[in-house]
């Protein structure tokens, strides 16, 4: 019999599934999309069900998802978070309570729920059921029959009822084909413990909050774990660490992660939490050029508002310019976490006195192994230790050293903390020792002289037998309770709370102690110098490797998917004649400009990096200087004059007036040899119709291998060659959007023949979506731009600085890239400085990279050598690295964090973002 429903606002309390549900012997019922047809179908009268439930449902799961256990929870975990857990707790807990119930095996009904990718079938528009009654009969039905998540019956629902054998075989029939679907997988766990923790979610009060200061309560409900991959075990540790050490007795810590493993989100995440727990404001000291960045993703990933100085005013995360106040507008953040450049302290600016002269919370410092000392000792020296900082160390470490008396916590953030010399991590513990004894103890500790310790750490020295010497070792400073239970026992017996860093004189003589307690330390100096010393403390640094390695105990696998990356070994790009001669013109009107101008090295070779990117940078280079002379400007390049400056602080450089001033008044034959480059690049363009031969290598690669199928970002340092070679793109691909991702507000996209601005976030999601398979970007994109959905990776030009490449590789090859092997080009023209460095590199690379973990920031200085033609110079600045890299697995960490995923007691997110928009001056 067939039987038509309709359900509509004016029809309330039908009981259509609620009559037919009654003691049914079974219920199959394809629901339609994951995210709300779990809430919407909990409200059908699933509890009086005797036997088997089983529900199919599609979502946003790709095919090479449900590969991988781990990667289909993971995705199924996305896709259900996106739901405001706010809204969903508050409107549908009855629904959730229920499901709970269901799902928890409390009911007599069995439930079981399987998620298909949209791609198996495409989206499942139609919802469809079949009942099965305690008598063998049976009924289906087609339609939506529930009661919708919005409200009861508000929605205006068709249903088609027909109890035949033949309809009820043919709707069984499909939902079979859904449900028994190879690709098809269970709940995901992850799922069923949100719903439980939303039944029980509740929100807190600020004050309330901080009588129990848990993490989770704050992070739990971040967008980071809403709506994208969530934190990883690495990453909950070293937050959980941070954290509980800022409450006992202040944070000071250098995290050393290699690049793409989330740093700025450990920082973030932690600046967050100590400003809402402090009255202090936290200061984020970072390189210009990640000032952006950095706030984007505290806002995007956190939800965390933050301010950025701009020079004369602060820029808040919506991008409102709040207007100077006080005679120090500086002094007047808007919000407690500030973002002030690194080049603010390294230019020497008047205002770094003011920093100075207040407390803080927490000072953070990303790629903080700018701040080092001006001469680093011999390689085979292991000391001294810094004497005077002002004439020592160049005035960023100057900087932190004075200020870390001045904030509870300090947190130092670098992927290389060892560049050149072991001393250089010991500097940074010397740092972070300031004010705080617990990193390297108290004034005459034998940690605090560089030319003790270091022999032991790096295994050249034994290690001293006698007890009482190991002990002066161990006892200042004494370790934190939680790291061992045996000194957890001792600070108990002797009254010595965490806040205690030194044992007391009076237990100085080893024999004073009582034998028990001697019985245990005696124990615990044998493992001093391999697993208790304040290297391993307070340096935390976990490689991609240890992660790839290392399996979790909780899903028996590795902690980190295995990514290998195939380097395409490709030839240097060939530059016809004109061309040439356009680059050998650059070259030596650089030369020319390195004899004339001494200070600014790294300016002088402005116009080869620019050349070197892209032909048609290097003209827009050649045409300013014999113009305008603008160069890069505050906000105009990605890679503005200040932040070079910022790189070239050891030499104590500034790009003053004079220097700026020195480098405009050209020669005349300075000039000449400008026009003869700008007429051979003119020239050369034109034969290729205002092309250039790296266009070739890519369009070969996007098209004839075809990287585009499989997403590809095009990386450059410059905004015009990005720009430049995404039109090139749109010209071969022009049915297919491509982006243009880059800073100060030139994002965009080309679509249907015409460039649209479009935000940042826009052109995220549609890269995320799949719906933009090739992406051009400039490094503004290499940090906070998670590029899972991408495959392939072109490097249109090579920066100097090798972190850069680092980080762009880091965009495909990190968290969530379901690919075991990304695709990465490198392009460089032939007999370029760039491919003069490879050359010189190419024997060593691999191995630099290996012993570092990355490419150490210093060897940029190569670049500048090979680009002043002292070749020699730039071979001893590779063979002066050292050939041990100290920091090796131990000093991985890594303990499971349990607990946040299922943490319902949540800080209300109105009382969070009012404390964090309280400015400096509250």
Not at 194 to 216: G, M
Not at 301 to 308: D, F, G, K, N, T
Not at 821 to 837: A, C, F, G, P
Request: contains cysteine; hydrophobic residues 40%.
């Amino acid at each position: 019999m067939i039987n038509r429903f309709s359900f509509h606002k004016g029809k309330k309390g039908t009981r259509f599934l609620a009559d037919r549900l009654q003691n049914a012997r079974s219920y199959d019922r394809i629901a339609g999309f994951f995210n709300s047809s779990l809430l919407e179908f909990a409200g059908e009268a699933l509890e009086t069900v005797s036997g088997k439930i089983r529900i199919i449902c599609n979502s946003e799961l790709r095919p090479e998802d449900v590969a991988e256990a781990q990667k289909a929870e993971q995705a199924q975990k996305t896709s259900f978070f996106k739901l405001d857990p706010e809204q969903v707790s508050k409107n549908a807990r009855d629904r959730l309570t229920r499901l709970h119930r269901l799902l928890s095996n409390t009911e007599k009904a069995m439930l079981e729920i399987r998620v298909l990718p949209n791609e198996a079938f495409g989206l499942i528009h139609g919802k469809a059921g079949v009942i099965c009654f305690k008598d063998g009969s049976r009924t289906s039905f087609l339609g939506s029959a529930n009661e919708t998540f919005a409200a009861w019956n508000l929605n205006y629902e068709l249903v088609w009822e027909d109890d035949t054998v033949e309809a009820c075989d043919w709707v069984q029939s499909e939902f079979d084909r859904l449900w028994t679907h190879p690709q098809a997988v269970p709940l995901a766990q992850a799922v069923v413990k949100e719903i439980e923790r939303l039944v029980d979610r509740r929100e807190l009060n600020l004050d309330n909050w901080k009588k129990q200061a848990a993490p989770a309560g704050v992070l739990v409900e971040a967008p980071v774990y809403r709506e994208e991959f969530g934190l990883w075990p690495h990453q909950r540790y070293f937050i959980d660490l941070a954290w509980k050490t800022h409450l006992a007795f202040g944070a000071r810590y250098v995290l050393a992660d290699q690049v793409g493993l989330g740093k700025t989100v450990q920082l973030g995440m932690v600046a967050q939490l100590v400003a809402l727990a402090g009255n202090l404001p936290v200061l984020v000291l970072l390189p210009k050029t990640l000032m952006e960045q950095w706030q984007t993703e505290l806002w995007d990933l956190l939800e965390v508002p933050s301010a950025r100085w701009a020079g004369r005013h602060w820029i808040d995360e919506t991008g409102y310019e709040h207007s100077p106040e006080g005679q120090n507008p500086l002094l007047h953040c808007p919000c407690k976490i500030g973002l002030v450049s690194q080049g603010l302290v390294t230019r020497g600016s008047a205002q770094v006195k003011a920093l100075l002269a207040r407390e803080w919370e927490c000072v953070l410092v990303d790629e903080a192994h700018r701040a080092r000392r001006k001469k680093l000792p011999k390689p085979d020296e292991r000391g001294p230790a810094i004497g005077n900082v002002d004439a020592d160390c160049n005035k960023l470490y100057g900087f932190l050293f004075k200020i870390a008396s001045r904030t509870r916590s300090m947190l130092l953030s670098t992927a290389t903390p060892v560049q050149m010399h072991p001393i250089e991590a010991w500097d940074m513990l010397r740092m972070l020792a300031e004010a705080n004894d617990h990193v390297l103890g108290s004034t005459g500790s034998n940690w605090r002289k560089p030319e003790l310790a270091l022999p032991y750490l790096l295994q050249e020295q034994e290690i001293p037998e006698d007890v009482q010497t190991l002990w002066e070792w161990l006892r200042n400073p004494f370790p934190p309770k939680w790291e061992e239970m045996n000194f957890a026992y001792l600070r108990l017996q002797l009254g010595v709370d965490d806040a205690q860093a030194v044992i007391a004189e009076q237990f100085r003589d080893y024999n004073k102690l009582t034998p028990d307690l001697k019985t245990r330390m005696d124990q615990s100096m044998k493992n001093l110098f391999g697993d208790h010393h304040p290297f391993l403390r307070f340096i935390v640094r976990r490689t991609r490797k240890y992660l790839e390695d290392t399996i979790d105990p909780a899903t028996n696998e590795p902690y980190l998917n295995r990514i290998e990356v195939e380097l395409i070994d490709d030839q240097p790009v060939i530059l016809g004649s004109y061309l040439k001669q356009g680059y050998q013109a650059a070259e030596k009107f650089c030369k020319l400009l390195a004899r004339r101008v001494r200070a600014a090295g790294f300016f002088k070779t402005l116009l080869l990096r620019r050349i070197g990117s892209s032909i048609k940078a290097g003209l827009n280079t050649v045409n300013m200087m014999l113009s305008s002379w603008d160069i890069a400007e505050p906000g105009e390049d990605e890679e503005d004059i200040e932040d070079l400056f910022e790189d070239d602080d050891t030499s104590d450089e500034r790009f003053s007036e004079n220097t700026r001033s020195e480098l405009k008044q050209l020669t005349r034959e300075e000039t000449d040899i400008l026009r003869d480059c700008q007429r051979a690049l003119e020239q050369g363009l034109s034969q290729r119709e205002g092309a250039d031969p790296k266009r070739d290598v890519v369009i070969e690669f996007l098209k004839n291998k075809r990287w585009a199928e499989d997403g590809c970002i095009l990386f450059s340092q410059y905004f015009d060659t990005a720009k430049w070679i995404g039109e090139e793109t749109v010209r071969l691909f022009p049915d297919s959007p491509v982006g243009l991702y880059a800073g100060g507000g030139k994002s965009g996209i080309w679509e249907n023949g015409q460039f649209l601005k479009k935000s940042r976030e826009e052109i995220k999601a549609k890269v995320r979506s799949g719906e933009i398979k090739i992406l051009a970007g400039t490094d503004a994109a290499s940090e906070g731009l998670n590029l899972q959905a991408l495959g392939t990776l072109i490097n249109v030009d090579l920066p100097w600085n090798p972190t850069r490449l680092e980080q762009r590789k880091g965009r495909i090859q990190r968290i969530g890239q379901f690919r075991d092997k990304i695709k990465v080009l490198n392009l460089r023209y032939k007999d370029s400085v760039e491919d003069k460095v490879h050359q010189v590199l190419s024997g060593r690379l691999q191995d630099i990279h290996e012993l570092f973990g990355q490419i150490p920031d210093v060897l940029k200085d190569v670049w500048v050598e090979i680009a002043l033609d002292d070749v020699e110079a730039a071979k001893k600045l590779i063979e002066d690295l050292p050939k041990m890299n100290p920091f090796d697995n131990r000093y991985s960490k890594l303990e499971m964090i349990s607990g946040w995923d299922t943490w319902n007691k949540v800080l209300n997110k109105q009382d969070k973002l009012y404390k964090l928009r309280e400015g400096w001056g509250q």
